[in-house]
């Protein structure tokens, strides 16, 4: 292994290898204490057992001399106390705690006191004793204290070297004391060292590396690690960093595909906004220039374009109709001005061109399943195209417009053929009516020639004359009520109809005519709308003419079952009491169109002053105009 892998892997684990070392080190300043302690204890054992063993020595030394000095004032003295007093004193003096220290330390003050002491003993004491045991000296007073001041000495010498001893022994305590305060001086500062380290390199590295984890789960990810490096807690903070920096980068990809599915769904959901909207007002008004407006104007707000037009094929008259445009320059100027409408009918598909200004524009046409009805012609801006999503979203537009305009047009021819039946049924009114008040007029008058003949018949003249007068009133009325018939247009839906009604009549009477219509699912017939609007026109007609009314309602209902519901009332003075088998023609008209409808016609009061016309039919009754025709003939 060469140095510097070696090196690598000691940074690899730096933490381990140096929490290892100061436990190593704890551990060797244990063992180290604890072998000096054992030495000390060694060194220091036996002493006291020296100590009990000198200070006996002491004490036989007395005793030697008190034996010594009773012998000698006895005429006959028993040396064999003092025999045994000298044995054990030299078995004391030569025991082997005594001479353990003594080789211990051979050089020690102790060791030189105690060979001093054993030579004192041997030369000079012991036979000093044995000579006055065996009174080879004199006894008297004078040798005697001349002996006990030498065993004074010796004892002195004793405790000498007792005090050596104890010294030592005290010494050698006060280095076991003063190494195990520094081995635990050590140890304190070893640990102190290691909790150091461990609260710099391990610690405060993991309260940073909780503290990173616990901002990126509160969804900071900018939050790394600070330390990083070579040893275990650094590779962890390179760890972490690093997936910090893939769940940075993974939530960056998942905000930004959120983002895009936001966008998605948000763009989904306008685009179905603006179908939804688009079809309830096709639905609702599919004939109005503003329905079509208003749609052209939420297409351009969805997709971002700057105009927008849509424009019918030529009709009748060879030229192009613009159904509804965006354009601030008028709906016959613009996106048309340098368009052939012959090159237009010929796409089927849409497609784009360019006019004036290098206005790109694309155009998409309008049709059906059958037919092909006009062009959708959309502004782009500049340098953009549409994308796939938009092309679909104009594409299905133009298709609904399409099938809205083939409905209405449906829708027209079938009211342009009621209003013929209509037409037709009126023609029989003519004949029934007016020329039959003609024909009872014709007579009157040939009656007036008769009585204006003869001079006695004057008063019969003015009778004539009155009757002549009321005739051609009545028919004057119901001529124009059956004009008005005549005039009566039915293009449009059947709202549009009804308001222009009410401020036709709003216009011509005076009134504040308030119109609600709650149709809801349910639709009418052509008929059935000829009919209505005609029942309605009548009896406004009769509010003008009649009531003398301020205000007026027009009330249309349906319920589940197809239920129709239709109150016209005012606020005037009511209808006039009629004698039985008379009564107002245009009120007669309107029971036969009610009964045309297979429903009921009720004309009662309003309260507190007024009067109300209620009709009710069901609009799945499919009977209507052969009815209607059956009462005419």
């Known amino acids: 292994m060469s140095p510097f892998d070696l090196s690598e892997r000691i940074q690899r684990r730096a933490i381990l290898i140096g929490l290892a070392l100061a436990m190593a080190t704890l551990a060797l300043i244990g063992i180290v204490g604890m072998a000096v302690s054992v030495t000390m204890v060694e060194k220091v054992s036996g002493s006291a057992s020296a100590i009990n063993v000198s200070g006996s020595l002491r004490m036989q030394s007395h005793r030697m001399g008190n034996l010594v000095l009773a012998g000698m004032m006895e005429t006959a003295p028993d040396r064999r106390d003092l025999d045994e007093a000298i044995t054990h004193f030299e078995a004391s003096l030569h025991h082997s705690s005594l001479r353990i220290i003594q080789e211990r330390a051979p050089d020690s003050d102790y060791a030189r006191m105690y060979q001093r002491i054993q030579v004192d003993w041997q030369a000079d004491l012991k036979p000093l004793l044995n000579a006055y045991a065996d009174r080879s000296l004199p006894a008297s007073p004078t040798r005697q204290r001349e002996l006990l001041a030498r065993i004074d000495r010796f004892v002195d010498d004793i405790n000498t070297m007792v005090a050596q001893l104890e010294t030592d022994t005290e010494a050698k305590i006060g280095q076991l004391h003063s190494l195990l305060a520094v081995a635990l001086a050590l140890i304190i500062i070893v640990m102190l060292a290691m909790l150091y380290g461990v609260s710099k390199r391990v610690m405060l590295p993991l309260n940073r590396l909780v503290d990173a984890a616990n901002a990126i789960a509160r969804g900071d990810f900018s939050a790394r690690a600070a330390h990083v490096g070579p040893d275990e807690l650094g590779r962890v903070g390179l760890a972490f960093n690093f997936m910090a920096d893939e769940l940075s980068k993974l939530y960056g990809r998942l ?302 209902t349906a319920d589940a079952g197809q239920n129709i519901g239709v109150s016209i009332e005012d606020d005037g003075r009511g209808l006039p009491e009629v004698p039985p088998g008379g009564g107002h023609y245009g009120l007669t008209i309107m029971r036969e169109r009610a009964q045309s409808l297979n429903g009921e016609l009720q004309v009662t009061p309003r309260q507190p002053h007024g009067t109300r016309v209620h009709l009710h039919f069901n609009a799945g009754d499919g009977t209507t105009q052969s009815a209607f025709q059956e009462s005419q003939s």
Request: proline share 4%; net charge negative; aromatic share 4%.
């Open 255 to 556: 905000e930004q595909r959120v983002s895009e599915k936001t966008e998605l769904l948000t763009r989904s959901n306008r685009s179905l906004e603006l179908l939804y909207h688009s079809i309830a007002r096709l639905y609702n008004a599919p004939g109005a220039p503003e329905t079509y407006r208003a749609m052209l104007t939420d297409l351009e707000q969805v997709l971002g374009l700057r105009y927008s037009m849509a424009c019918l094929a030529p009709g009748p008259d060879g030229l192009p109709h613009i159904l509804a445009s965006t354009l601030p320059t008028g709906p016959d100027q613009g996106l048309c001005e340098n368009i052939d409408c012959v090159e237009c009918s010929r796409h089927s598909t849409p497609w784009d061109h360019t006019i004036a200004d290098g206005i790109v524009v694309r155009a998409i046409p309008l049709r059906d399943a059958d037919q092909q009805y006009g062009v959708l012609q959309i502004a782009l801006p500049e340098g953009a195209a549409l994308e796939p999503w938009q092309e679909q979203l104009v594409e299905a537009l133009s298709q609904h417009i399409g099938i809205a305009i083939g409905i209405a047009r449906q829708t027209e021819r079938e009211r342009r053929l009621a209003l013929m039946d209509e037409r037709s049924v009126i023609a029989r009114e003519l004949h029934d009516s007016i020329a039959q008040a003609l024909a009872y007029m014709k007579i009157q008058v040939a009656l007036l020639q008769q009585a204006l003949a003869q001079e006695s018949h004057s008063a019969d003249a003015d009778r004539i004359l009155t009757d002549l007068r009321a005739g051609i009133n009545a028919a004057y009325r119901q001529l124009r009520e059956l004009l008005a018939t005549f005039r009566l247009r039915m293009e449009g839906d059947f709202m549009t109809l009804l308001n222009r009604t009410a401020e036709e009549y709003g216009q011509r009477g005076g009134l504040d005519i308030g119109l609600e219509a709650r149709l809801d699912d349910c639709h009418l017939s052509p008929n059935q709308e000829i009919h209505v609007l005609q029942i309605v026109r009548e009896a406004l007609n009769n509010i003008v003419r009649h009531a003398g009314a301020r205000n007026a309602w027009i009330s249309l």
